[in-house]
């Protein structure tokens, strides 16, 4: 009884924060917030609409726009939803964290992009939207690493003091680094994963308390890898759109056609090495779910830029190389030698290749032709143009119809500098600021789950769900090739601890009288179906 009422308790606790945080949303976007004009109020200036008044923005980014924000609530949702007791919560608590986000990045980057103009309201149009789905990606990027081992009210205050630092972090390295990240690489992809892994960290007494318990329900069933094979696919489908969103005419047509054959590279070099890796010569689909996907990351940074299919697709090919080699023997490392346990491996999707990503951007801008870029290249380096406003150059391209300003009067070299110190600063402020925010979601007025294995990758803490329906057991291997069991890398074991040993097939398949689901194995394949 009495656990019971702490239980009532507990859920009160999340229900007052949370209207606690929905009114505050509301309060201040009454105060500060209101649409910009001549996008998403009346004009009483036609100059606002540019050379068309029926022109608006959101006919040119809207089909886009919605790309994006169903990777967020489908592709991301769906893609954590491989834990066999957990699938709810990965799908569910996702999409509680990206409304909450949703609202909360919208108020805050938009104080951050306003630069010291703080006296006039935030101007909404459909690209307020996009950013804020962009920094919902990056939240969405940390749950995965924390995925299975925090509260749903812990998850809300992450996601409160990750915007925060994600604005920050986005501010000095766009306005005031003026470095070039059309895609997220750094400041999306490698913030995220970092605060995520710091966040993990601190967070390690549960981490290591699941690691020592052989804690089995942190695997997948077969229909729970199909799940996250839904979410994967939409992704993969759709991160075009992501990476290409945010820039215009050939500079968006550009990072369509880089990001397209980068993922399609890294798809076809992650079955390769996964195969390869194997000792048996068989597909992971830890590496299938994830890695495919490590192309679109890496390529973001340098979406835009002139760097030909070939050099695209050489992107992705790296990309799918380090992503799976990072599941494979990485990840693994990090978490027998630094408690550093990462549910979904983001460190080797999102981590790696977004570093990949900035490093790339470094080269690609250093060794950039001017005479190649065209009346562009103030466009895509908007720091690169003269310092002068009045500069016959700018004055010239003005007149063809651009609109463009004074820039730093950057040279290549400079430029690529910058970018480099962008990605560096990204790292640093992400790992601090996920350690910092780890301290404070430890305290227990935040309802941390309990230290038991029962309160790990379970969706019975925050779901009225039949445990019945939980009692199935994660898909393994039942006889695994002599090699996994020598580098203690069972096919399902994402976290890289060692496998647990299989029961022979006649133990795996108890009778249904004792509760559980019977469990099949097919003959052809030594796997439980």
Not at 68 to 80: Q, R
Not at 491 to 517: L, Y
Request: hydrophobic share 45%; net charge negative.
């Amino acid at each position: 009884m009495a656990e019971n009422e702490a239980s009532v308790l507990e859920g009160k606790r999340f229900t007052v924060v949370v209207l606690l945080f929905q009114a505050l949303f509301i309060l201040l976007f009454g105060i500060f917030v209101e649409y910009a004009p001549g996008e998403a109020s009346p004009a009483t200036n036609l100059s606002l609409y540019a050379s068309d008044p029926l022109q608006n923005t959101i006919d040119r980014v809207y089909p886009m726009f919605m790309d994006v924000h169903g990777m967020m609530f489908i592709g991301f949702g769906f893609l954590m939803a491989f834990l066999a007791r957990y699938g709810y919560s990965s799908v569910g608590l996702n999409f509680l964290l990206g409304a909450f986000v949703l609202q909360w990045a919208t108020l805050v980057l938009g104080f951050f992009h306003k630069d010291g103009t703080y006296d006039t309201p935030i101007q909404l149009t459909i690209t307020n939207l996009l950013t804020a789905d962009f920094a919902a990606a990056a939240v969405m990027i940390t749950f995965g690493a924390v995925l299975g081992k925090v509260s749903a009210l812990q998850l809300l205050v992450i996601a409160f003091f990750e915007i925060i630092i994600f604005g920050l972090n986005e501010m000095v390295g766009v306005l005031h680094l003026k470095a070039v990240d059309i895609g997220g690489s750094m400041f999306v992809h490698t913030f995220g994963a970092y605060f995520g892994l710091a966040l993990s960290r601190v967070m390690a007494s549960r981490s290591r308390q699941a690691r020592h318990s052989g804690q089995s329900k942190e695997g997948a069933v077969y229909h729970s890898d199909l799940f996250a094979m839904i979410g994967t696919v939409i992704l993969w489908i759709y991160w075009p759109s992501f990476n290409a969103v945010l820039g215009a005419g050939d500079q968006r047509h550009r990072a369509v056609i880089n990001t397209y054959y980068s993922l399609s590279a890294c798809a076809v070099t992650t079955f390769a090495v996964s195969s390869f890796f194997s000792k048996d010569g068989r597909f992971d689909m830890v590496h299938v779910q994830n890695a495919t996907l490590a192309g679109g990351v890496a390529v973001g940074a340098s979406a835009d830029f002139l760097i030909e299919p070939w050099g695209a697709a050489f992107i992705g090919v790296v990309a799918g190389l380090v992503s799976v080699a990072g599941y494979r023997y990485l990840q693994p490392s990090l978490q027998t030698n630094f408690h550093i346990h990462d549910t979904c491996g983001v460190h080797n999707l999102h981590g790696m290749p977004g570093i990949l990503g900035g490093l790339a951007s470094v080269v690609a801008t250093a060794s950039l032709s001017s005479s190649k870029y065209g009346n562009s290249l103030f466009q895509i380096y908007p720091a690169m143009a003269p310092e002068n406003g009045t500069d016959s150059h700018i004055v010239a391209l003005n007149n063809l119809g651009y609109a463009f300003s004074a820039g730093e009067g950057r040279n290549r070299s400079t430029q690529a500098l910058f970018q480099l110190a962008a990605l560096v600063v990204t790292v640093i402020m992400a790992i601090a600021g996920g350690a910092l925010t780890g301290f404070i979601v430890r305290l227990r007025v935040f309802q941390p789950l309990p230290d038991t294995d029962e309160g790990l990758f379970e969706d019975t803490l925050h779901w009225a769900v039949n445990p019945d329906q939980l009692e199935m057991k994660p898909l393994e291997r039942v006889n695994p090739p002599a090699g996994d069991q020598e580098n203690g890398s069972g096919a399902r074991e994402r976290q890289g601890t060692p496998a647990q040993a299989s029961p022979s097939p006649a133990q795996a398949s108890p009778s249904p009288g004792a509760g559980a689901q019977p469990v099949h194995v097919n003959p052809g394949t030594d796997q439980v179906i």
